[in-house]
């Protein structure tokens, strides 16, 4: 299908039809583009089940696909009559798995968050981070590290970083705020100054500390997975599944996209939608960052990557980029932890290494040819 | 009957600037009236006003009787179409995307069995069907205004304003513009439009405001707002106002102030 796909547009590209016209025939019909996508979400679903299977299967202990399966397939009642050794068992349910939820919700959380806040904000630089929501996750839990008290035991952290990252977002949104309205620049510039101060006084804090604070501090700012067990995950994924929320706002956020005039005189207030989204995404990405600390680019380059696809509808963006995201992040952990075994890379280095390359090339290609971006 | 469109004693303040000032007139039904008046005279401050972008310093704005500041951003937009001076976004929707968001605000009403009929005959009307599958970025100024026209015909308001939609159009286009406007107004749909381009008012509108200065220096009959002295005045500039040949209808030429040498 990709290879069709590749064919096509060049043969467009040659024709000086505007590329991905025909894509999108081939895709939608003439019919709304909500049930015709159908293709894209079929490959995405794919692709996360295969993800899904390989991390749970590949690491010091192999476990192939059909016992993964298994052992899932157990664990909601249903035997397929393979028998799946206790360790094995052990490995995926009780290790890997919380691992692969985690990622699964993170990598939804960010993809999502990060469609709905370029759509609001409309700019294609908007990504959860800049509201100040990873950098004040980083701040509260490095803030816990260093002064060393822990009030609530195991979820002294988690907390102080959710705090963290809630208590930027509504410094950030209240400075950039004025006569009860918004001004898009005003916010950005607003949340790129916070995160400077933010990044400064984590510096600061990475100078005082001492050495296991200094490697706990880089778990924060590059991003890890490996803290992952079924209690932390838990929270985690309901405030995921509270993020679907955002979807009934797909088409409010199409109208913003078009200017923010135009959507009010069709109807909508940009600044409700607005303020949806801001809540919204800090209580996603806010309990993401709590117990995997700043993940960088999924946010950012998901939405973007999926829109060459699929097109701008947000109907169908919001949970392409959520599955997106997902799968990014499944792959991004899978090499973190096993490229330099028995080390584990921060997650940050592979989303940035991988991501800001291939994004450069998208970025480069589609600006040839489109004379657009998004 | 009361008028369709009923503006009371308008302004408007920015701090101490009163950039409209006790502006009033109506629109009826099935109408074209033009906005004319030189830079910051207060034509757009008007509009955005009409179109509840801007709440008033004081005075009403009323749409078939009911003040546009009783009715939530929905009701409004059933009533009112706007098209604002240009749509910049850069998000890769296609032509046919853009005008079927005009259909948003007719969702779960009975009117949103037209939607595809809408659609259709306001991509008919503004002859961009053929760029229906192209994406919006990739249009020329030209041809974005007349989607972003269909777009606003597709809503289907009794009302549509008019943010000098002719400005980014050559010749062909702005004929094809004011004609497609003669085709609604005559469906008893009413249109409002800020114009630039004196000549345009005086061939197309029925009826010209004519704003300086933030208040209303004249409204009424093309022939009777367009006069020499007048226009002069607000204009700060010698103009001639002579009569099309052919229509009739009165032409406004600004004077040369310098002569050169040949003339």
């Excluded at chain 1, 016209?21 to 490959?43: C, V």
């Excluded at chain 1, 509260?140 to 809630?166: D, K, Q």
């Excluded at chain 2, 093309?222 to 020499?228: D, H, K």
Aim: proline share 5%; glycine share 10%.
């Amino acid at each position: 299908m990709i290879r069709r796909q590749t064919a096509e547009r060049a043969r467009d590209v040659r024709r000086g039809v505007p590329r991905g016209a025909w894509w999108r025939l081939w895709q939608r019909g003439e019919g709304s583009s909500a049930s015709s996508a159908a293709p894209a979400f079929a490959l995405l679903t794919v692709l996360l089940v295969v993800a899904v299977l390989l991390n749970a299967g590949i690491g010091a202990v192999r476990v192939p696909p059909a016992e993964v399966a298994t052992v899932l397939l157990n664990r909601v009642g249903i035997s397929t009559g393979i028998e799946v050794d206790v360790l094995r068992e052990q490995v995926v349910w009780g290790i890997r798995m919380p691992r692969i939820v985690l990622a699964i919700c993170v990598g939804a959380g960010l993809g999502m968050a990060g469609a709905s806040l370029q759509a609001i904000f409309r700019n294609p630089l908007a990504e959860p981070g800049l509201i100040g929501v990873s950098s004040g996750g980083a701040l509260g839990a490095i803030v816990l590290i260093i002064t060393g008290v822990a009030p609530l035991g195991w979820l002294s952290l988690p907390l102080a970083a959710f705090a963290g990252a809630l208590l930027l977002t509504l410094v950030v949104y209240g400075l950039a705020r004025s006569d009860g309205r918004t001004q898009v620049v005003t916010l950005i510039l607003t949340g790129v100054a916070m995160n400077s101060i933010a990044g400064g006084l984590i510096g600061l804090a990475g100078f005082l500390a001492d050495d296991a604070e200094l490697r706990s501090i880089v778990f924060w700012t590059l991003g890890s997975l490996a803290g992952a067990t079924w209690r932390v995950v838990l929270p985690v994924a309901l405030m995921t599944v509270f993020g679907l929320v955002l979807l009934p706002h797909a088409r409010a956020m199409n109208l913003i996209v078009l200017g923010e005039r135009e959507a009010f005189h069709l109807g909508v207030s940009t600044e409700r939608v607005r303020v949806l989204v801001i809540v919204v995404s800090t209580l996603v990405v806010g309990a993401g960052v709590a117990v995997a600390g700043i993940v960088v680019f999924v946010g950012l380059v998901v939405p973007h990557l999926l829109r060459i696809v699929i097109g701008p509808d947000h109907r169908v963006l919001l949970p392409a980029s959520a599955l997106g995201g997902a799968i990014l992040l499944l792959g991004a952990d899978l090499v973190a932890r096993t490229i330099v075994v028995p080390a584990e890379l921060p997650l940050g280095v592979v989303t940035a290494l991988i991501g800001g390359p291939y994004f450069l090339f998208l970025l480069r290609r589609t600006t040839r040819e489109q004379g657009g971006w998004m | 009957m009361t008028a369709l469109l009923a503006v009371d004693g308008v302004s408007f303040e920015v701090g101490q600037a009163r950039l409209l000032d006790d502006a009033s007139f109506e629109a009826e039904r099935g109408e074209l009236l033009a906005v004319v008046g030189p830079n910051g005279a207060g034509k757009s401050t008007l509009l955005r006003i009409v179109a509840g972008e801007l709440a008033p310093t004081s005075g009403s704005v009323r749409i078939e009787g009911r003040p546009i500041a009783d009715m939530r951003a929905m009701e409004q937009a059933r009533l009112r179409a706007v098209l604002p001076q240009q749509t910049p976004t850069t998000f890769r929707f296609t032509a046919r995307e853009v005008v079927s968001f005009a259909r948003v605000p007719w969702l779960r009403t009975p009117e949103s069995g037209d939607d595809e009929a809408a659609v259709e005959e306001a991509m008919r009307l503004t002859g961009v069907e053929s760029m229906a599958t192209r994406t919006f970025p990739t249009l020329s100024g030209g041809e974005q205004t007349l989607v972003s026209l269909a777009r606003v015909l597709a809503q289907r308001t009794p009302l549509v304003l008019l943010d000098e939609p002719t400005s980014a159009l050559d010749l062909r286009h702005q004929a094809l513009v004011m004609d497609l406007l003669h085709d609604i107004t005559a469906r008893g749909i009413s249109v409002v439009a800020v114009l630039h381009d004196l000549n345009l008012a005086a061939t197309h509108a029925a009826r010209v405001l004519l704003l300086h200065g933030g208040r209303v220096a004249a409204f009424g009959p093309a022939r009777e707002v367009l006069e020499a002295s007048l226009l002069s005045e607000v204009f700060e500039h010698p103009v001639r106002v002579i009569e099309d040949p052919v229509e009739g209808n009165p032409l406004v030429l600004p004077e040369r102030r310098v002569r050169t040498l040949a003339g």
